[in-house]
């Protein structure tokens, strides 16, 4: 895709905040465990590389993706580091992998057979993560015969596979109701129980874990959406690390025209003005990750909450302004404007979403710009 780097919008990342996170979770690691930082998606939206490099300069160990590409990415790069593909991958793709020195999660022995195969021809050896399926029902072994039955094979054909680790992922860490959360924890002790030697790394913790269950099992975190500055739980449980949102969505306006009573506004015609009224015009739409169904919500515009009307375009927005203002006057989506504050959360709020989806729906014709 083309960046727009010559159009007025842009997603403004603080590279500090980054470390700021990671230093933060750093420091309530215990002896002896690691972090990784997850950096799939492009990094939550955030630009993979630059983020990568500063959570490496924060004191990160490794990272997680989701898929190879994104790993190959990494090494192109020049990071050296473990890097763990979370992700279902083809095992026809082993070799690959291997080559790259990328450690994969596996949840099936018909993956262990196809790759231990080709891996055997090339002369290459692929590091495994086996993933345990306690009851988030996505990926991974579910049950005590099937794991033994893996990691029996790993055992024969110790040449081609190597257990790096083993793991699960929490589907309610970031609930108030830990039930669920113990429940799963309990069949990942269960399931670990069966391998005879312990891989280097036992990892459960996703970011939620980390902040609201400090004593799980294991020596490494997979830090993911907290590494970015919000809450896993979006705004159900309060987070006490001081979190540093990352990402900043800013554009400026580029039209502003004073329209009659009776003016409609946008595909549609859906609003119409009840009084002379000053309309903005705004550069970024759902083509840039800026939902249609943002019409209504409020944008920040010399400190003073000016309302989207009119349908969201292609392009671009309209939105009701409370006098006339300058072309290039500042326009926030998400972030601060003289002292009153757009989050994310907000923004998913208002969408029925998750802060996830909204910061991974920024396209890449946004430009990032870091700082």
Same mark, same amino acid.
Request: aromatic share 8%.
């Given at each position: 895709m083309?960046?727009?780097?010559?159009?007025?919008?842009?997603?403004?990342?603080?590279?500090?905040?980054? +470390?700021?996170?990671?230093?933060?979770?750093?420091?309530?690691?215990?002896?002896? %465990?690691?972090? /990784?930082?997850?950096?799939?998606?492009?990094a939550?939206?955030?630009?993979?590389?630059?983020?990568?490099? =500063? =959570?490496?300069?924060?004191?990160?160990?490794? /990272?997680?993706?989701?898929?190879?590409?994104?790993?190959?990415?990494?090494?192109?790069?020049?990071?050296?580091?473990?890097?763990l593909?979370?992700?279902?991958?083809?095992?026809?793709?082993?070799?690959?992998?291997? !080559?790259?020195?990328?450690?994969?999660?596996?949840?099936?022995?018909?993956?262990?057979?196809?790759? %231990?195969?080709?891996?055997?021809?090339? !002369?290459?050896s692929? !590091?495994?993560?086996?993933?345990?399926?306690?009851?988030?029902?996505?990926i991974?072994?579910?049950?005590?015969?099937?794991?033994?039955?893996?990691?029996?094979?790993?055992?024969?054909?110790?040449? $081609?596979? !190597?257990?790096?680790?083993?793991?699960?992922? /929490?589907?309610?860490?970031?609930?108030?109701?830990?039930?669920?959360?113990? +429940? $799963?924890? %309990?069949?990942?002790?269960?399931?670990?129980?069966?391998?005879? +030697?312990?891989?280097?790394?036992?990892?459960?913790?996703?970011?939620? *874990?980390?902040?609201?269950?400090?004593?799980?099992?294991?020596?490494?975190?997979?830090?993911?959406?907290?590494?970015?500055?919000?809450?896993?739980?979006?705004?159900?449980?309060?987070?006490?690390?001081?979190?540093?949102?990352?990402?900043?969505?800013?554009?400026?306006?580029?039209?502003?025209?004073e329209?009659?009573?009776?003016?409609?506004?946008?595909?549609?015609?859906?609003?119409?003005s009840?009084?002379?009224?000053?309309?903005?015009?705004?550069?970024?739409?759902y083509?840039?990750?800026?939902?249609?169904?943002? $019409?209504? /919500?409020?944008?920040?515009?010399d400190?003073?909450?000016?309302?989207?009307?009119?349908?969201?375009?292609?392009?671009?927005?309209?939105?009701?302004?409370?006098?006339?203002?300058?072309?290039?006057?500042?326009?926030?989506?998400?972030?601060?404007?003289?002292? +009153?504050?757009?989050?994310? %959360?907000?923004?998913?709020?208002?969408?029925?979403?998750?802060?996830?989806?909204?910061?991974?729906?920024? *396209?890449?014709?946004?430009?990032?710009?870091?700082?």
């Amino acid at each position: 895709m083309v960046i727009g780097r010559h159009r007025n919008t842009r997603a403004i990342i603080s590279l500090e905040a980054i +470390k700021h996170n990671v230093a933060t979770q750093i420091s309530k690691l215990k002896d002896g %465990q690691s972090l /990784f930082a997850v950096v799939k998606a492009n990094a939550y939206g955030h630009g993979m590389i630059p983020v990568a490099k =500063a =959570a490496k300069e924060a004191g990160a160990n490794g /990272f997680c993706v989701a898929i190879i590409d994104e790993g190959i990415a990494l090494r192109e790069s020049g990071i050296k580091d473990p890097i763990l593909i979370l992700g279902v991958n083809p095992a026809s793709e082993a070799v690959c992998m291997a !080559k790259h020195d990328l450690s994969v999660a596996v949840g099936t022995l018909e993956f262990l057979t196809e790759a %231990q195969k080709l891996l055997q021809e090339e !002369k290459q050896s692929l !590091k495994i993560h086996l993933a345990l399926d306690t009851g988030m029902g996505r990926i991974g072994f579910r049950n005590t015969e099937d794991l033994k039955e893996a990691v029996d094979f790993i055992e024969k054909h110790s040449d $081609q596979l !190597k257990c790096e680790g083993v793991f699960t992922h /929490f589907s309610t860490a970031d609930s108030k109701d830990p039930a669920y959360f113990e +429940k $799963q924890s %309990q069949k990942f002790d269960e399931l670990v129980g069966v391998l005879k +030697k312990k891989p280097k790394y036992i990892h459960q913790a996703n970011s939620a *874990t980390a902040l609201w269950h400090p004593n799980f099992e294991g020596n490494l975190v997979r830090m993911g959406i907290s590494m970015y500055g919000l809450n896993p739980s979006g705004d159900v449980i309060d987070e006490t690390w001081n979190l540093e949102p990352a990402l900043s969505l800013e554009s400026e306006l580029v039209a502003v025209k004073e329209v009659e009573a009776g003016s409609s506004i946008g595909y549609g015609a859906t609003y119409t003005s009840s009084q002379l009224e000053w309309i903005g015009t705004v550069p970024i739409g759902y083509a840039d990750g800026w939902l249609r169904r943002m $019409q209504g /919500f409020k944008v920040l515009i010399d400190g003073q909450y000016c309302e989207i009307v009119g349908r969201v375009c292609m392009d671009q927005f309209m939105v009701r302004l409370p006098k006339k203002y300058d072309l290039g006057t500042k326009v926030t989506l998400i972030g601060e404007n003289n002292g +009153k504050v757009i989050t994310a %959360q907000d923004v998913a709020n208002y969408a029925d979403t998750i802060h996830y989806e909204i910061m991974c729906n920024i *396209t890449e014709r946004v430009p990032r710009i870091y700082k």
